[in-house]
């Protein structure tokens, strides 16, 4: 059975940062491309980035760009979101999903399993 679950999560002041940790098993994680994603109160679930199966690529979303790093360990099953510069307005429920030879892209049906998230909150 795959198992996904994020952690790292929390409150932190605008400017810091925080590394998110996605942590898969139950799959054979290095044909399994990641993505990260968030969801603001009232607001739809949206695309951070995503890390490819094949090489490693990584896709970031435009508003994302400069402020944050995805990185994988396949021998470890994990990946880690690194963000940086954080904002009020990064304040979300935060989650990883992971797709059978998924590019990292912003594709949610790219991908079939997810986590059942972590909070993050930026306060001002």
């Known amino acids: 059975q795959v198992h996904l679950v994020e952690s790292g999560g929390g409150l932190v002041q605008a400017g810091g940062s925080l590394r998110l940790s996605c942590a898969a098993s139950?799959?054979?994680?290095?044909?399994?491309?990641v993505g990260w994603f968030r969801q603001a109160p009232g607001k739809e679930r949206e695309f951070v980035g995503g890390i490819s199966w094949i090489d490693g690529n990584t896709n970031y979303a435009n508003s994302q760009k400069g402020r944050i790093t995805i990185s994988r360990d396949n021998a470890k099953n994990m990946v880690y979101l690194q963000m940086n510069s954080l904002k009020p307005e990064d304040t979300a429920v935060y989650y990883c999903?992971?797709?059978?030879?998924?590019?990292?892209?912003?594709?949610?049906?790219?991908?079939?399993?997810w986590g059942p998230g972590t909070q993050v909150t930026v306060s001002s």
């Open positions: 139950g799959l054979t994680f290095k044909n399994y491309g």
């Open positions: 999903a992971a797709g059978l030879y998924a590019l990292g892209s912003q594709n949610q049906p790219d991908y079939g399993y």
